[in-house]
């Protein structure tokens, strides 16, 4: 039988592998919303693998702060998708 917290470790392990992934296409990527694409994934993965490790420790820390990160994250591609389309802040 499969213990549960190693069901978790494995699953954060596979995020971590696909943020390596992500970091590729942001380097690699042909145009800036593809970099930002990446970059959104990013965050996304972090915000996932912070939760999937609080519920693996028992630790409530990690999902709160995996709440502020993913509000900060959200503003942030809200700046960035700004900045592409061409606007200024005013």
Sequence with gaps: MIDLNTLFYAAATLF???????????????T???????????????VATMIILGAAMWETLFIDIAIVYAILSFITTLFIAKYLEGGVAE
């Design 32 to 46: 800036a919303a593809d970099r930002s694409v990446g970059f959104d994934t990013i965050n996304t993965l972090v």
């Design 16 to 30: 971590a592998i696909s943020i390596i992934v992500c970091i590729f296409r942001i380097f690699l990527g042909p």
